[in-house]
Nanobody, 127 residues
Framework: QVQLVESGGGLVPAGGSLRLSCAAS????????MGWFRQDAGKEREFVAA????????VYVDSVKGRFTISRDNAKNTVYLQMNSLKPEDTAGYFC????????????????????WGQGTQVTVSS
């Protein structure tokens, strides 16, 4: 079992930055690949970024490439999402997710493949 708790959301003007954190319980964090997803009101949850369990592989949805950076600190059981140059269309609830990975470099974009989810943190970008 893994419990995930997101933090760092808030209200920010367009062009601003936020860093989201996702703290995981348990002693096996390094065996999980991690992902960030977002969901705006009335829309489906969508993939944002994912990182392999060793941190060596990172993938992003095209709309955030060059603006968002996913990273992890396995010693702190935490995954981060640094969000720069935020746009109003980035407004959503942001969720982190964990998936046990047998392969160190595996990353997954499919939300149905993730086993554990946090409760989310709201990001609102004003225009």
């Amino acid at each position: 079992q893994v419990q995930l708790v997101e933090s760092g959301g808030g209200l920010v003007p367009a062009g601003g930055s936020l860093r989201l954190s996702c703290a995981a319980s348990g002693r096996t964090f390094s065996s999980y690949s991690m992902g960030w997803f977002r969901q705006d009101a009335g829309k489906e949850r969508e993939f944002v970024a994912a990182i392999s369990r060793d941190g060596g592989i990172k993938v992003y949805v095209d709309s955030v490439k060059g603006r968002f950076t996913i990273s992890r600190d396995n010693a702190k059981n935490t995954v981060y999402l640094q969000m720069n140059s935020l746009k109003p269309e980035d407004t959503a609830g942001y969720f982190c997710a964990a998936r046990q990975a047998l392969i160190p470099w595996a990353v997954v974009r499919d939300l149905d493949s993730y086993e554990y989810w946090g409760q989310g943190t709201q990001v609102t970008v004003s225009s």
